[in-house]
């Protein structure tokens, strides 16, 4: 049996709360040893609350401890390129919320740190890891399903983040923030890369995410190299409840993921049903990096889920069509 991974975590807001809150007390094989936030307050709490022993109010302090393996970042979008770059320069293995950076030019400089440094990558793509979606997955892959050709992703929140957040040059705005998940899902499930982009939305809820630049509700068509087709819908008020679902229609069948609100069995905590949709991430990763096996979700398929979430973006805002590379 090996010896347990020492874990830091860097950004403790609504992200970081729940990474925190699993590393803490519901991994396998890994010890959280310590947290960082600018908001040096929240860090401290939160070290007292879960019974982390140390915190820091700075990414730096953390980064600089010898006593780290590994390092997760969920902190805002668009400061993941200087923290991993940061992290890898300190030789720490990386687990880094979505999407590694907000653009492809700063995902590259990010990849290319990685590299240098020969340190690991995980992103926090987690639905590659939830037992339905596995399923689904392997449903695909068997063949079961004949050949794919159609794939359908719904994600709707049931509020908006604060215009702070959704700020297209904090967050990429709704088609990288929400749609990230979505695009990799399809390119995922069906082991093929999106060739095509026709994306529209609207601010029509939240006319304070309209002065900021971004979308309450968006739709994006795709097509993927092998001719399949696909439909991505977001919404972020979705006031019914949090309604995430996936399906797949294959040649010879189909097979769908997720359920209509409400998701969580009446009277489960409703942390403890956030935390089974993240758990499983965090012990693929750590299990890969005391193992030596694979992960889930690499910065490369940050990359090619970026690159279709900025295609959407630009198709919704020209209202062309957008051939990808
Ligand atoms: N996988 C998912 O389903 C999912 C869901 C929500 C958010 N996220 C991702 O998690 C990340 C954080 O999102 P959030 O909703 O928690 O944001 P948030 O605004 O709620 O929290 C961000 C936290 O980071 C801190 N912070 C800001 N700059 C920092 C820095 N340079 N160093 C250290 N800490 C810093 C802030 O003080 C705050 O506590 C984003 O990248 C987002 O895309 C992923």
Known sequence: ??????????????????????????????????????????????????????????????????????????????????????????????????????????????????????????????????????????????????????????????????????????????????????FDLARWLFDDEIRMVQAMGSALVFPALAAVGDLDNACANLQFRGGAVGTVDLSRNARYGEDIRTEVVGSLGGMFVGALPPVSPLGRDPDAVVDDQYRPESQAFVNALLDGGELPATGADSRAGLAVALAARESARTGKTILLE
């Open 1 to 182: 049996m090996s010896a347990p991974l020492h874990l830091g975590l860097i950004g403790l807001g609504r992200m970081g709360q729940v990474h925190a809150r699993i590393l803490a007390r519901q991994l396998e094989r890994a010890r959280l040893i310590a947290v960082a936030d600018v908001d040096g307050e929240r860090a401290s709490l939160t070290a007292e609350r879960l019974g982390i022993p140390h915190w820091h109010d700075n990414p730096a302090g953390l980064l600089a401890r010898s006593d780290l393996q590994a390092v997760y970042i969920a902190a805002p979008s668009h400061t993941h390129p200087e923290l991993v770059e940061a992290a890898a320069q300190a030789g720490k293995d990386i687990f880094c919320e979505k999407p590694l950076a907000l653009t492809l030019a700063e995902t590259d400089r990010a990849l290319a740190a990685i590299a240098r440094a020969g340190v690991r990558l995980q992103l926090g793509f987690m639905r590659r890891t939830q037992p339905d979606y596995l399923r689904l997955k392997m449903a695909v892959r068997s063949g079961e399903l004949g050949r794919p050709v159609l794939f359908r992703s719904t994600q709707r929140d049931l509020d908006a983040p604060p215009p702070s957040f959704c700020d297209p040059a904090v967050s990429g705005g709704i088609f990288v923030d929400m749609g990230i998940h979505e």
